[in-house]
């Protein structure tokens, strides 16, 4: 019997039927190499035997009887199913525990078990009508040689469901496959092998004999995923610096006198980028740089800086921001701090353009606005520096298409969402990066708590002090409007009730469902304190900047993740006057309730991103809005520094030895096609 190639198409192999073949490549699973990346889900360990239970728990079980009696019956017409009753103890006439066990709609499962059978079946047991019952268990037949199965009596693993191949089936095709595996042809491309047997590690994988050695073999193949990501990263960052760059940043005319006309002075951090920054801008590479810092922390002050070294080098300057509220607030921001140094500034959003220069001018220097500057037949004359704002809420095409519109001009992207230490490796191990871990001073403080279902008297006592006292406040709920399938209140729901609540002030709605220009009269009129409270959705998460809001309440704060409480809260605070940010809960899930209590003891965004890490795993905190990220397979594993630092390590070693990869086709040829190099 001939091993088999891991390049192989199931369709021509003896064990898979025609239609299992099909259903498998529905899914994508073309190849044996297809099928055992087809990894489990979980495990379940089988090997010991519970009690019968005498009540239904909520977990599932893994049981051992005898088949007692059966029959064939129908529910509701023309639903039929099979039962079988499972007791306790096989021939032991003391036994009386008793279990039953249907299937509906299978009819062929009365040919495999019946009276008199000896079985061991697996699922959650459930009351009803006062027996306890197990639909759809999964279950086998003990044979009397005694022969092992491959179903039970062991750890045995659980795939994602494929239509068309049952569990037990899809075990027993993977079962085979790795036995009649030639081991040679599953080794990493062009030979990299990074650790102990890759079959090894897919047999682990596949069929363990202990769970503890299912996360070392997890970790084999999360190293290679991690090893070859990083290995995209260097050579993307090499092919970058390849490029010859522009040389700005030399004078700094503009730079001193904005420096200057500034009432307050720049953090220690700011002032550590501006340098690194300048730095960059200096170098006959191009700039690649990431900007990180908490909320508040100053990073449109720190853009200023580079923009204006930009402009003054005779290049355009563009800011690209990913909502018009930001672009707007951009725009006002950079008029009002840059009004005395004569800077040509230019709007582009979706819903207006506006300058506040005259065509006679010339061209303007620095332009704001959102992804309509991609779309709205933007012409740029000379754009030496592009600036992308909350820089993972747009596309890597979305910005690629922004910087193509200069030759080689620098780049420098900024979030203020924390990442912790641990991802950025990954996340942006292709860019340099400066750290913003100072917060300007006059600064507020906020004081946070966690309130389990409050009394809406105090709430509405409480905002009316602050209203009295000139404050504003947000009141920010999870949805726009009631859902019938999401237990949580809405902003439109609620508006109207808080209209009443606080009839002698001005009640706002605003939400990303509203037009543009309705958003825009919404905002305008609460920065200028003509609305006091502002009922919305997490449309203010990101740089709605009005420093007189001191108070947000955040209803259904259970359903939100860390890192997106802290941008919210981030919205106040930012004046002179004490903060109050009000985590409203329900309090029925404790998990919920240790997380929101992290808020309550931390402002450091840093530390509540590794805390977000640790309670939600980098899956959830990365989620999909990470552009590159959704695809990985081992996203948790990013949370282990020393397993991303060695493949940085063992990537950075390779490119060492070989810059171009030309010992390695088939790699080369892989990254190629994934960044469309070719």
């Known amino acids: 019997m001939s091993a088999w190639n891991s390049s192989l198409p199931l369709s021509s192999l003896e064990p898979f039927t025609s239609k299992e073949a099909q259903a498998l490549a529905a899914v994508e699973i073309h190849t044996v190499g297809d099928l055992l990346d087809w990894f489990p889900r979980r495990y379940e360990d089988r090997r010991r035997f519970d009690a019968f239970p005498a009540q239904a728990s909520g977990e599932a079980v893994c049981l051992q009887g005898t088949v007692v009696d059966s029959a064939r019956k129908r529910l509701g017409g023309r639903r039929q199913f099979y039962e079988i009753v499972i007791q306790e103890g096989g021939d032991n006439i ?38 306890l019952l197990v639909d759809h268990p999964e279950f086998e037949v003990v044979q009397a040689d005694g022969g092992s199965s491959i179903h039970l009596e062991r750890i045995v693993p659980i795939y994602r469901n494929v239509t068309g191949v049952p569990q037990r089936r899809l075990r027993e095709l993977l079962h085979e496959t790795l036995a009649r595996l030639d081991p040679a042809s599953v080794e990493g491309p062009d030979g990299i092998n990074l650790g102990p047997s890759r079959s090894e590690a897919l047999s682990t994988v596949h069929f363990p004999d202990e769970l503890d050695r299912v996360h070392e073999a997890r970790r084999y193949f999360a190293l290679e995923e991690f090893f070859l990501l990083q290995v995209n990263v260097l050579w993307r960052r090499r092919r970058h610096l390849e490029h010859p760059g522009r040389v700005q940043g030399r004078r700094t005319g503009l730079l001193s006198a904005f420096h200057e006309s500034l009432p307050f002075d720049l953090t220690g951090a700011q002032k550590r980028s501006v340098h690194e920054i300048t730095a960059d801008l200096r170098s006959e590479r191009p700039m690649n740089r990431l900007l990180q810092g908490d909320v508040g922390s100053g990073k449109t002050f720190v853009a200023m800086c580079a923009m204006l070294l930009a402009v003054e080098s005779g290049s355009q300057a563009v800011l690209m921001a990913p909502t018009q509220i930001l672009a707007e607030q951009h725009y006002l921001t950079f008029r009002k701090w840059l009004a005395a140094l004569d800077v040509r500034l230019a709007l582009v959003t979706g819903a207006k353009k506006e300058s506040d220069h005259l065509d006679l001018e010339g061209e303007p220097q620095i332009v704001i606005g959102t992804h309509a500057l991609l779309y709205d037949n933007v012409d740029f004359h000379d754009l030496g520096l592009v600036v992308i704002d909350e820089q993972h809420k747009f596309g890597v095409a979305q910005r690629g298409r922004l910087i193509q519109q200069g030759i080689m001009p620098d780049v420098l992207v900024m979030t203020a969402t924390p990442i912790p230490r641990t991802l950025t490796l990954t996340i942006y191990g292709d860019l340099d990066v400066s750290v913003l871990d100072e917060l300007p001073a006059g600064r507020g403080r906020i004081i946070t708590g966690v309130r389990e279902k409050p009394r809406v008297t105090d709430v509405t006592r409480f905002l009316k002090e602050q209203l009295g006292k000139g404050r504003q406040a947000y ?204």
Not at 493 to 503: A, M, N, P, S, T
């Open 94 to 131: 003391l036994a009386s525990n008793k279990i039953t066990c249907r299937w509906f709609n299978m009819p062929y499962v009365h040919r495999m078990v019946a009276v008199g059978h000896e079985v061991v079946v697996y699922g959650k047991p459930k009351e009803q009508g006062g027996r």
């Open 475 to 678: 009141l920010v709920y999870p949805l726009v409007e009631e859902s019938g399938a999401v237990k949580a209140a809405s902003a439109t729901g609620e508006f109207e009730k808080w209209q009443k609540r606080l009839g002698d002030y001005e009640v706002g709605l605003l939400h990303g469902q509203l037009k543009p220009e309705e958003k825009e009269e919404i905002m305008t009129r609460f920065r200028d304190n003509e609305i006091q409270v502002l009922v919305a959705t997490t449309v203010v998460e990101v740089g709605v900047d009005v420093p007189n809001a001191n108070v947000m309440v955040i209803y259904n704060a259970e359903r939100f993740g860390l890192a997106q409480l802290h941008q919210l809260r981030g919205r106040i605070g930012r004046g002179k006057h004490q903060s109050f940010c009000i985590l409203v809960t329900d309090g029925k899930n404790e998990d919920a309730l240790r997380k929101l209590r992290v808020l309550e003891e931390t402002g450091d965004g840093f530390k509540i991103a590794e805390e977000d890490l640790v309670l939600r795993g980098p899956g959830e905190v990365l989620g999909t809005a990470q552009s590159g990220m959704s695809d990985l397979r081992f996203v948790d594993f990013l949370a282990d520094t020393e397993l991303v630092r060695e493949a940085r390590a063992l990537a950075e070693d390779l490119l060492e030895r070989d810059p171009g990869l030309e010992g390695y086709p088939q790699l080369r040829a892989r990254i190629e096609e994934e960044k469309g190099e070719k």
